[in-house]
C-alpha cells in the first residue's frame, strides 16, 4: 500500500501571508495526486488534482500545487492566505494498480491570523 | 440537485447495538465509498464497491458491513463488534474505471457510541 505523508498537523499562518502545506508519498510513480479541503463537520471538497501533462497544477480558491517527481512531493502553496482559508486540508494519492482506491495523509489544519 | 446524501447527520449508540448508516447519491457514479475520519489520522478506508452486487474491503473492515443492492446505494452497518465505533464517517463516490480519479463526499455521519 502507498502512504502519504503530510509534514506539519498544525500550520499557522497571517493573513496576506504565503500558505504553504507539504505533502510526500510513498511511490516514485504516484497516478494520480490531490488536494482536498474540509471544513468543521463537512464533507471534502476537491481543491486541485495531477494526472498528467503540467506539473504546475492550478486549482480553486487561487490554490496551486507543483507535482516533483524527484521529491516524491505535491506541496500545495497560495500566495496571500484570506481568513476564509482556515480549515483543514488532506493530501491524497490513488492506488497504483487500482485507480479507484485512495490513500490520504492525516490532514493539516491552516489557522489563519488576522 | 445532484448529490449524496449522508444520514442521520448526527447518530448516538449504545454499546452493543448495531446502526446502519445511509449513503444516496444520484450523480450515476459507478464507484462508492466508505471512510473513517478520526482527529489526526486523516481519513482511513472501511469498504468500498466499484459496481453493483461487488464491494471490497478496505484497510479498517474488521466490525462493519455493506451491502450493494443498488447503484444509488451503498449502506454500511457498524455492528457490535467494532471496538471503538465512535468516530465521524464519510461516503464517497467516483465516476468509475475509466475515470481519472477524484472522489465526491457527502457531509458526514458522526457516530457517539454512549
Known amino acids: 500500500a502507498q502512504s502519504v505523508t503530510q509534514l506539519g498537523s498544525h500550520v499557522s499562518v497571517s493573513e496576506g501571508a504565503l500558505v504553504l502545506l507539504r505533502c510526500n508519498y510513498s511511490?516514485?510513480?504516484?497516478?494520480?495526486l490531490f488536494w482536498y479541503v474540509q471544513y468543521p463537520n463537512q464533507g471534502l471538497q476537491l481543491l486541485l488534482k495531477?494526472?498528467?501533462?503540467?506539473?504546475l497544477v492550478k486549482g480553486i480558491n487561487g490554490f496551486e500545487a507543483e507535482f516533483k517527481k524527484s521529491e516524491t512531493s505535491f506541496h500545495l502553496t497560495k500566495p496571500s492566505a484570506h481568513m476564509s482559508d482556515a480549515a483543514e486540508y488532506f493530501c491524497?494519492?490513488?492506488?497504483?494498480?487500482?485507480?479507484?482506491?485512495?490513500?490520504f495523509g492525516s490532514g493539516t489544519k491552516l489557522n489563519v491570523k488576522p | 440537485d445532484g448529490g449524496i446524501t449522508q444520514s442521520p447527520k448526527y447518530l448516538f449508540r449504545k454499546e452493543g447495538q448495531n446502526v446502519t448508516l445511509s449513503c444516496e447519491q444520484n450523480?450515476?457514479?459507478?464507484?462508492m465509498y466508505w471512510y473513517r475520519q478520526d482527529p489526526g489520522q486523516g481519513l482511513r478506508l472501511i469498504y468500498y464497491?466499484?459496481?453493483?452486487?461487488?464491494?471490497q474491503k478496505g484497510d479498517i473492515a474488521e466490525g462493519y458491513s455493506v451491502s450493494r443492492e443498488k447503484k444509488e446505494s451503498f449502506p454500511l452497518t457498524v455492528t457490535s463488534a467494532q471496538k471503538n465505533p465512535t468516530a465521524f464517517y464519510l461516503c464517497a463516490t467516483a465516476w468509475g474505471l475509466a475515470d481519472t480519479g477524484e472522489l465526491f463526499f457527502g457531509e458526514g455521519s458522526r457516530l457517539t457510541v454512549l
Open positions: 450523480l450515476n457514479h459507478d464507484a
Open positions: 511511490s516514485s510513480v504516484p497516478p494520480y
Open positions: 491524497a494519492v490513488s492506488d497504483l494498480y487500482n485507480f479507484n482506491k485512495f490513500y
Open positions: 495531477y494526472t498528467t501533462g503540467a506539473t
Open positions: 464497491s466499484q459496481i453493483v452486487n461487488d464491494f
